[in-house]
Structure formats: structure tokens, C-alpha cells
């Protein structure tokens, strides 16, 4: 039998160690408009938008900030999706390694933030990957499924409310191999979460199904790695 009170006291205890702080949300907004200054000022026709655990604030200590680069033209008759996708963030990558280059030779215009690492990751989802201030960004072109999974979190969050239960049972999925090690099973973390505090399995009837079933779309939506 579950002691649901101690249960719950260890795992706001928990929660309070690796949910996000103010100081690192700050540190991620100041990144997040460095990009955007760069994006505005050198590729006019590219819009950036953040997206990802950053936004839901329901990343790790070492998740990444994922950014989506959108087009503010109409470029589909011109050129396919794969072709606009590679030009854009070729264009991205251009301008991170001049920033580099322009942080070294000393003409900078904001020596606040340190570019490093970048690389193009030629994978199924194509994007750029640099650390900016130790901070790992993952920039991804029109990526407009971020953005859909977001919104699903922040609705489910808000109809499920209780001081962004649902947010906080993200961060113990994500830390659930973490906890194994733990005298605290993930299963129990689960059934506290989703079942007693929310009652999450009877709401998540309709239309998503079974509540396991909503529950590994809720995970898939989070995102394994990974303003307001």
C-alpha cells in the first residue's frame, strides 16, 4: 500500500530541485532575443519563435532551448520545402559563424553572449545546434508541430490546473530513469500524478482514449531532450 502523504511531500521536495528557476528562465529569454536580434537585423525575411520545454517551462537542468525559424514570405511556389529548409538555416549558419568570427577579431556589438560548437545536424528533423552561454540551442526551420505541442500542453495544463500539476508530472517522466535509482518507482509517481491528484485517467476518456494512451502522447508532446 502506497503512503500517498509521504509519497507527496518527497516528491514536491523533488520537484522543487529540478523544476526551472527564475534565473535560468531569464538566461533563456536573453538568449532567445540575441537570436532574434541576429535573425531580425541580417535575415529580414526570417521570423524566430521559441518553442519546446523552454516555453512550458518543464525542461531539465540541461535541456535545450528550441527555436523555429518561419519565413515571412510566401516562398512555396518558388522553391519546395526541403529546398526552403536548407537555404534558411544555410543562411542561419552563415550568420552564427560570422558572429564567431566578429566575437574574436573584436567587432562585436554585444560581448555579452558566446557562441560556440555550432554544427548542422543532417538528421530526419535537419537543424542547427550551438551552446550560447553554456546553454544548448537547437534552431529547427518551420517546425510548426513545436508549436501545436506547446499549445496542446499549455491547454491540458490549464484545464487540469492545481498549481501546473500537469507540467510538473512532465518533469518527473523526464527524470523518471533518474528516480529508478530511487526508492521511488515511476510507476508510483504516475499513479500520484495522474491518478489521485487529477484524476487524470476517467477525464482523459474522450477523445484520446484509454488515460495510458493520453498519457504516452502527453510524453511524446513533452519531448525526451529536449516564454512564458
Known sequence: MVDFQSLEEEVSVFVQLIQPTKQSNDARTKVYEYF??????RCKDLLILP???SCSRTYLPDGDLDLIVVSRNNQSEELSQPQQQLLSLGRLFSV???EISMKENGVVENNRFTIRNVEFVNARTKLLHCRVNNIG???TFHQISGIVALYFIEKVNKIVG???LFKRGLLLVK???FLSSRRISADALIELVFER???LWRWTGYPWGEGGHAFVLC???AGDVSLQ
Do not use: F, M, P, W
Request: net charge negative; glycine share 8%; proline share 0%.
Open 36 to 41: 532574434k536580434g541576429l535573425v531580425d537585423q
Open 51 to 53: 518553442t519546446g520545454s
Open 96 to 98: 552564427l559563424t560570422e
Open 137 to 139: 540551442v537547437d534552431i
Open 162 to 164: 492545481r498549481a501546473n
Open 175 to 177: 527524470v523518471s530513469y
Open 197 to 199: 491528484k487529477c484524476d
Open 219 to 221: 510524453y511524446q508532446c
